[in-house]
């Protein structure tokens, strides 16, 4: 199946590295809206200009979209919808219902499957919710990020005016992890069960007071969340900050009687966020390229993937090794 890239950062760089891992793959190539000379890839994969995609319609079965939820899917993946099959990793979760219909008008129109919010989380975690909720249909979700650096929230930060770069870590709530894996089923708000810290490089002369208001006040972010914001320098970032681990826990407590309680979990502890969520797109791509040939066209998520689809094996072999 041959694949392209489109755009070039952390995910960029995380997707194909997945590539060594998955040889029933091919990368066409990336492309980026930097110029193409600036960028050297990590497998030698030519790099094109962003703008140079439509001329490699009909060569590439699915282009994996590695752009940022805040402004960057929102266009970029009905766009490019129309022309390619495509799999993007949107995360903001309030707003998918709004994506998901503007990217199957556009994907439903040309033929073509695109598939949103892949990763995990959305994702993976979005799967185990499923599975775990039509397993014990009495019971309460609780889902727990961290503590780690969330891509998607690092992004927004860097998009306030006067931020040079930055990392959000995502932090639970001890008390309240605790009181969940124990099965006690309280009710916790956002805020009781996330902190927030923001390591902030501001550009020279910029109003740190307003870009820690910004950050603070964001909507769908940081808004209902306490939120630390320390600025460190461009030094202090690099030095502390480099590494992008991540995960977290799915956690399902209920009844199946009144005698009988459970409780269920999913968890994920990542060395590399990109570099996981690169693999995951990956096996969606190759979902979405299968999907696309047995004429599913239009918008889809992980809900509506058969899981054999994700695999390299063969149905065989998915009986034999893992049933």
């Not at 070039?8 to 066409?28: C, I, Q, S, T």
């Not at 007071?209 to 202090?236: H, W």
């Not at 992980?302 to 689809?309: E, N, Q, S, T, Y």
Request: a negative charge.
């Amino acid at each position: 199946m041959k694949i392209g890239i489109y755009g070039y950062g952390n995910l960029g760089r995380g997707v194909e590295k997945a590539f060594e891992k998955n040889p029933d793959m091919e990368l066409v190539g990336v492309f980026t809206r930097r110029d193409p000379a600036s960028v050297k890839t990590v497998s030698g994969a030519p790099v094109y200009p962003a703008e140079k995609a439509e001329e490699f319609v009909g060569e590439i079965d699915v282009m994996i979209l590695c752009g940022g939820s805040a402004t960057d899917l929102p266009e970029m993946t009905p766009a490019l919808a129309k022309n390619f099959n495509v799999v993007d990793s949107y995360d903001t979760h309030a707003r998918i219902p709004e994506h998901f219909a503007r990217v199957d008008a556009a994907a439903f129109r040309t033929g073509h499957t695109a598939l949103i919010s892949a990763g995990w989380d959305p994702g993976l975690f979005s799967l185990a919710r499923l599975y775990m909720n039509a397993a014990l249909p009495d019971g309460r979700d609780y889902t727990f990020w961290g503590r780690g650096v969330s891509q998607g929230h690092s992004d927004a930060i860097r998009r306030v005016p006067g931020v040079k770069d930055a990392r959000q870590y995502t932090v639970p709530v001890a008390e309240a992890l605790e009181a969940v894996r124990e099965g006690k089923q309280p009710e916790l708000s956002a805020r009781q069960k996330h902190l927030r810290e923001c390591y902030v490089v501001a550009e020279e002369g910029a109003d740190r007071a307003a870009i820690e208001k910004a950050i603070r006040e964001m909507p769908n972010y940081f808004a209902d969340y306490d939120t630390t914001v320390t600025f460190i320098s461009e030094e202090e970032l690099k030095r502390d900050h480099w590494r992008l681990p991540h995960g977290g826990e799915v956690i399902r407590s209920g009844n199946t009687s009144e005698e009988n309680g459970h409780v269920m979990t999913f968890g994920l502890k990542l060395d590399s966020n990109p570099e996981f969520t690169g693999s995951v797109l990956l096996a969606c791509a190759r979902a979405v390229g299968r999907m696309n040939t047995r004429g599913i066209f239009g918008c889809r998520t992980l809900f509506d993937v058969a899981p054999a689809d994700l695999s390299m094996l063969s149905g065989e072999e998915l009986r034999s090794k893992l049933l």
